[in-house]
């Protein structure tokens, strides 16, 4: 919880520094005309006056009033370049929308939650409290994620990205095409029981194929599935050190030796079993393998 409460933090504070640039790139030109009267009224004015450009020059020698390569100015504000039909305060704002949905978009559409899942129960399975903590086991799961979901990653840039920042297509038509290879990554993990209650619960009539699954029954149905599937690897990972404490237990107790807690023995001798089988080799690569 403290490594989600720090991420939080960065993404609050990062958020605050967008919208005071997005502020400032909002105000338009006679938002900071006013401003500059103020200040010359209030202000005694010590900077000498240029002097009046004469008429007489020819207009090649005029002195330039106009930015060289500015972006071009509307009403709502400045045009990105590569995004048409967008506004930079419109965009902020879109921005910091989709930033604040970060954390729920990388649980729901990724490997994230079954990843973390398995780490906390075989953290738990150790009997190990704060070893490796919470931001090891989450930053972990990143960069497995990352490992996992880079291929979509590609795809969603060469197919939405690029063509939108050379102005084939909006913005919408790239969040549309972008849906394509997050549903193909989604629609091969969902179980068919999950897909089938959220189709009963929206009350949509049955598709021919888990390709055709909106949206709305393929994110939750998602999710759904790889929290079954954390709880499933998690549990058959819990049963070895379970039975060593078992054994354990059993034994101190047989000899009398009520007074010695028997976490105290087994604890070690489940660390010795996990370093002798080179467990991490054999998690990640189960896990890694498990979405091939």
Known sequence: MSGIRATRQCLLTAAIVLFS????????????????????QTAPS?????????????????????PIDSPALTNNGIRIPGVSGEAVPWSIVILLTALTLIPSVLMCVTPFARLLIVFH??????????TPSNQTLIGLSLILTFFLM???GKEIYDTAIVPMQAGQITTMEALNRGQGPVRKFMSHYVREKDAALFIELAKEPRPASVDDLSMRVLLPAYILS???AGF????????????????????????????????????????LLFLMVDGWHLLISSLMRSFN
Do not use: C, H, Y
């Open 226 to 228: 790889e929290l079954k």
């Open 121 to 130: 129960f075989l953290r738990q399975a150790l009997g190990l409290q704060t």
């Open 46 to 66: 010590t900077v000498p006056q240029p002097a009046p450009v004469n008429e007489s020059i020819p207009e090649i020698l005029q002195p330039v009033t106009q």
């Open 150 to 152: 880079q291929p979509v």
């Open 21 to 40: 640039v997005a502020w400032g790139a909002a105000q338009t030109p006679a938002d900071l005309q006013v401003n500059t009267d103020n200040q010359n």
């Open 232 to 271: 499933q690897i998690g549990t058959v990972l819990f049963l070895p050190f379970l039975i060593v404490d078992m054994v354990v237990a059993s034994i101190t107790t047989s000899v009398g030796m009520f007074q010695l807690p028997p976490v105290v023995i087994s604890t070690p001798l489940k660390l």
